[in-house]
């Protein structure tokens, strides 16, 4: 243990700036890294680990200095430092240093009593409540023994207050493999499957011409729509059923404007030829073939209108409102990578063409700035054709037996956008604001219009600006990046569009029999268009 003492010492209060510095060289001089409030660990080959001779601190802050370093801290010897040093060596910590922690010196009439010696024991730092004599001058910088490497916390702890989320404790489980994901395969963003799995059940659906009803004749009564499941799912378990993403290339997206024929149409169709990981969404599926609902739908004049094999999945969606808000959006898109989200299912009236119909939710990103511009929409189809038990499989038990199953696109629809982030701490924060194009028969929030931070030793890494009522904000899978100062996780939005309107006692339609659903509940579209853009400030 080893005392250093410097008269000319006073007591430190207020910073005049938030920044050290630190040098590779005595006397302040050669590279040099400045560093803000927070924790860094410095890590080769782009810092200074173990390579730093002189510090300047500017008066009101600690700088805790340690010889080693891993994911969980500082540990070996340490000195709380609180004034500028030419030469570290002084304190025997020349080209020794790998973890540094700054902090403020005082904080709710509390101040920094730093490591002291007294009758030969060493006392640690500590905060210590301000005296009625003021801040005593603390002239002392003394070595503590060495400390044991620190072990990683098994679990981030995060804390709310407010719309503000604190980052507690710090660990390694941002959950890498999703966080991958996101970056790697899906543009940014992890839909609603960053809950798990939503099933679906495994009736086909018929096809309702108008308003979602079925007509007595015509097209109208034969099942066109039927769920798709992986070849190793048992095909004979409803778990089998549920809703994809698709990633891809958009190739176009087009409003359909035919009404006449045998099947009339005003959906939104979104072509995209699948990434690699993604393919088994054709692979997998049903095969081209020239079905009998084929055959009525398509003047072929004894030609085949199948492709031998199917290039493209096809997302299908209908907008009671604003459709085109949502066409121009993806016109800004062709030739890139967009991402759907939606049940998995094959029309049997278009040669069992593979479809995520309806599209529940649609993004892609591009470049904007020092950052990023993410276009979204979440949707609750408008055609009506997935709302109502009785537009399921005619041949389904309709008076007894089991009901049939939840359709898969009723209202309301409650979609969720989980945005991959990585902040590093110490550098500047990211700011995240969103935007609504447009939007209708969404649920409201409280308060989310408010600026939602995440914080980290009083610093903020991300705000996210909501500007609006629609979405509920968190923040979750929070880590640390091994050997590094960066911090990953998501921001997750939670909205909700369509409406369910109870007209009986009932608050749940699979309470009822499917024959009467119409009769004592009220179904609405609803949609949310927007964008996000995100910036280092």
């Known amino acids: 243990m080893v005392s250093f003492y410097f008269s000319s010492i006073k007591a430190q209060t207020t910073a005049v700036f938030d920044n050290i510095i630190v040098y590779e060289n005595e006397n302040f001089q050669g590279r040099s890294q400045s560093m803000a409030l927070g924790n860094w660990r410095l890590i080769e080959p782009t810092s200074l680990n173990d390579a730093i001779s002189s510090i300047k601190i500017p008066a009101g802050l600690v700088v805790i200095v340690y010889e080693h370093a891993n994911d969980a801290g500082g540990f070996g010897k340490s000195v709380d430092l609180m004034e500028n040093h030419s030469t570290l060596s002084d304190i025997g910590f020349n080209d020794k240093i790998s ?47 060495e400390y044991p490497e620190k072990l990683m916390p098994k679990k981030t702890i995060l804390t709310s207050h407010g719309n503000s989320t604190e980052i507690q404790q710090l660990s390694l489980d941002y959950n890498a493999t999703l966080w ?46 039927y769920p798709q499941h992986r070849l190793h799912d048992p095909a004979s378990k409803s778990s089998s059923y549920y809703k994809h993403t698709i990633a891809g290339i958009l190739k176009k997206a087009a409003t359909y404007h035919g009404e006449d024929g045998f099947f009339p149409d005003g959906d939104l169709n979104i072509e995209v030829t699948p990434s690699s990981n993604y393919q088994y969404l054709i692979s997998e599926g049903e095969k081209p073939e020239i ?38 959006m993806l016109q800004t898109c062709g030739g890139s990578t967009i991402c759907l989200y939606g049940p998995w299912i094959y029309d049997d009236g278009h040669c069992q063409h593979p479809e995520i119909h309806p599209a529940e939710q649609i993004w892609f990103s591009k470049p904007f700035g020092n950052g990023n511009i993410y276009y979204c929409a979440l949707i609750c189809d408008a055609s009506e054709r997935f709302w109502w ?74 705000s996210f600006i909501p500007n609006g009522k629609s979405f509920k904000v968190t923040y979750e899978n929070i880590g640390l990046v091994t050997g590094t100062n960066k911090i990953r996780g998501f921001i997750v939005l939670e909205a909700t569009v369509g409406k369910l309107t109870p007209l009986t006692s009932k608050k749940d339609p699979m309470e009822v029999n499917e024959l009467e659903e119409r009769l004592k509940f009220k179904k609405q579209a609803g949609h949310l268009i927007f964008t996000i853009s995100s910036s280092q400030l």
């Open 180 to 225: 991958d994901k996101a970056k790697t395969d899906q543009m940014g963003i992890i839909g609603s499957d960053y809950g798990g799995k939503e099933i679906i059940g495994q009736h086909a659906f018929e096809r309702a011409t108008g308003n979602g009803v079925l007509n007595s004749f015509g097209a109208d009564r034969f099942n066109f729509y």
């Open 99 to 145: 973890y540094i922690s700054v902090f403020k010196s005082t904080s709710n009439n509390t101040f920094w009593k730093r490591n002291t010696k007294i009758n030969g024991s060493f006392i640690a730092g500590h905060w210590e409540r301000v005296r009625a004599t003021g801040i005593p001058v603390q002239i002392n910088s003394v070595v503590s023994p």
């Open 291 to 328: 079905t009998f609902l084929t055959k009525q739908g398509q003047d072929f004049g004894g030609t085949d209108p199948c492709p031998d094999v199917f290039t493209t999945v096809e997302g299908e969606v209908e907008l009671k409102t604003s459709q085109h808000h949502l066409e121009n």
């Open 389 to 462: 038990r009785s537009q399921m499989d005619v041949d389904a038990v309709l008076n007894s037996g089991p009901r049939k199953q939840k359709p898969w696109a009723s209202p309301p629809i409650i979609g969720k956008f989980a945005i991959a982030f990585e902040a590093e701490i110490g550098s500047k924060k990211q700011q995240f604001s969103l935007q609504e194009i447009s939007s209708l028969n969404q649920s409201i929030n409280a308060n989310s219009h408010e600026t939602y931070n995440l914080m980290y030793n009083g610093q903020i890494l991300i």
